[in-house]
């Protein structure tokens, strides 16, 4: 059975606080993602990591930043949270780009206060 | 610019009956299609994909349709059952890129 984990089900962090978020998946995927969902405007790719030590930019990348070490975990970093960072952040594996599916992990629900 | 439009917020349909949902793109590179249903609380979770070579999927109670003149794809869902609740994004992305576009959503209610 397929398994994408994240690190905290539900955030509560002050403006201009650092704050990490962790991804771990056990299915040997190549590739990463990170999304943020918010209502009315769907899922947002963050940033994505086709390998260990890469990574792309997304759509909105601003004010984050990412980490790929090992290959089962992808690290998305608020390098200063604001308030308009609070929003459901959402990981992703798949095993190739473009044409596979992505298994997502149940999401963070981040708040900055 | 939202490159894939659920242009639907929110959908009820009684128990037993169809549900349809609708879904635009506009890049024509787009090649590969997915729809994805998400539950309160948690991630999304894949339902059926359909690629660009064919213009109809099916997998049990559910049928994608494409269509590429049009750039427009449906969801089927027959018969709906209750359980069926919960948003769904459809997603597209190119085989020569990178990265999966997701629609806005929409949240289907079947009511028993």
């Known amino acids: 059975d397929v398994k994408v984990t994240q690190s905290s089900r539900y955030l509560v962090k002050r403006t201009g606080e650092k704050v990490f978020l962790e991804c771990v998946q056990d299915m040997d995927h190549e590739n990463m993602f990170w999304y943020r969902q918010d209502p009315g405007l769907g899922l947002r790719l963050i940033y994505f990591s086709y390998d260990v030590k890469m990574k792309e930019k997304g759509d909105i990348p601003e004010g984050y930043s990412v980490s790929r070490e090992k290959k089962e975990r992808f690290s998305l970093i608020l390098e200063s949270a604001s308030t308009n960072q609070t929003s459901m952040y959402l990981c992703?594996?798949?095993?190739?780009?473009?044409?596979?599916?992505?298994?997502f992990g149940p999401g963070t629900r981040l708040t900055v206060t | 610019d939202q490159q894939v439009k659920q242009n639907s917020p929110s959908l009820s349909v009684q128990e037993g009956r169809i549900s349809i949902l609708n879904c635009d793109y506009t890049?024509?590179?787009?090649?590969?299609f997915l729809w994805y249903k998400k539950y309160p609380a948690e991630g999304p979770t894949f339902l059926i994909s359909?690629?660009?070579?064919?213009d109809k999927n099916e997998d049990g109670r559910f049928t994608v349709f494409l269509n590429k003149s049009a750039k427009h794809l449906s969801l089927h869902i027959v018969p709906s059952q209750p359980g069926d609740s919960a948003v769904y994004f459809c997603?597209?992305?190119?085989?020569?890129?990178?990265?999966?576009?997701f629609g806005t959503g929409t949240s289907l209610t079947v009511i028993p």
């Open positions: 992703a594996s798949s095993s190739y780009l473009g044409g596979a599916e992505q298994y």
């Open positions: 997603a597209a992305s190119a085989n020569t890129g990178n990265q999966f576009y």
């Open positions: 890049n024509s590179m787009f090649d590969y």
């Open positions: 359909i690629s660009s070579i064919k």
